[in-house]
């Protein structure tokens, strides 16, 4: 079993920057590939960032690349969003979820998931 708990959301105006952490329980967490999701308001969620197990295998979502970066801390289970140049149509709830062994892009295939953390971006 693997708790995963985001922080790190906030107000931020458009061109600012954010960085979220999601913190990870368990002794396994090198064994997983792990991921950023998002879900803004009335929008289905969707992928923005993933990262394979021991930190290569990145991939973004084409509407954050090189905005956003998505990297990991194995020694500190956690995973990072950083989040750069930011846009109003960035505002969503951010999700961490995890894969075991996979990393993936499909947010169907998650095996864990945190209970995410709020970005809003004003104008």
């Known amino acids: 079993q693997v708790q995963l708990v985001e922080s790190g959301g906030g107000l931020v105006q458009a061109g600012g920057s954010l960085r979220l952490s999601c913190a990870a329980s368990?002794?396994?967490?090198?064994?997983?590939?792990l991921g950023w999701f998002r879900q803004a308001p009335g929008k289905e969620r969707e992928f923005v960032a993933a990262?394979?197990?021991?930190?290569?295998?990145?991939y973004y979502a084409d509407s954050v690349k090189g905005r956003f970066t998505i990297s990991r801390d194995n020694a500190k289970n956690t995973v990072y969003l950083e989040m750069n140049s930011l846009k109003p149509e960035d505002t969503a709830v951010y999700y961490c979820a995890a894969r075991f062994l996979v990393v993936t892009s499909t947010d169907h295939g998650m095996d864990y998931w945190g209970k995410g953390t709020l970005v809003t971006v004003s104008s």
């Open positions: 368990g002794r396994t967490f090198s064994s997983y590939g």
């Open positions: 990262i394979g197990r021991n930190g290569g295998n990145i």
